[in-house]
């Protein structure tokens, strides 16, 4: 499917700990992660690749319409689901999609993941975008900088030392363009409610595109 010039495949792994080691080695723009590998969860390595190599992108494959792994997947901030049997012109379609800043989900995941959302409030702790380019371990940070937390109370929370807190801190600085951690909560407000950081103005960016159901 991804054979065609605009594609280079640099690895292709069958195992947890092949696919994690090849994801440090190449940071590829791209990773396809079955849900089920050789001798490890493959949501779980999906997860790790998107906290230790957060400029690869990750889309997840599954044999199955599982809505729990499908939102767990998103939640743990890979940038798509999708099922297995897809045609053959939809997977090359989605990693460009998912390039180009849109999520690779089917109409009938994009409604289940609207319907979460409507069980959680607006704003707060804990309601992330979809597409961010903070890893799930940094959103866990921020999200307790917003209640108020302490360098020291946040790495009590997430069993951290302060240093490495100090670091994620910088991290999501660096990366939201601020120079506070106050400005950084107003950053996070405006990214929960699907504004541009820097301007406060709504995303211009349209809702996941019908991929034939993929």
Known sequence: MLGGPDFELVAETASADAALGAAHEYAPHV???DVILED?????TAERIVRDVPETRVIVLSASDDDSKAIRALRAGARGYLRKDI????LPRAVNGVMAGEAAVSRRLSMRVIDELRKTPALGPGIRPTVSELTPREWQVLDLLT???STADIAVDLVLSPE???????NILKKLGVHSRRD????AERLRLGQNP????????????DRDGA
């Open 31 to 33: 990773a396809l992660i």
């Open 40 to 44: 490890g969860d493959g949501l779980e």
């Open 87 to 90: 045609e053959l012109d939809a």
């Open 147 to 149: 209640t108020g937390s």
């Open 164 to 170: 490495t807190v100090l670091t994620h801190v910088k």
């Open 184 to 187: 950084a909560i107003r950053q």
């Open 198 to 209: 820097l301007t406060g103005e709504p995303n211009g960016g349209a809702a996941p595109a």
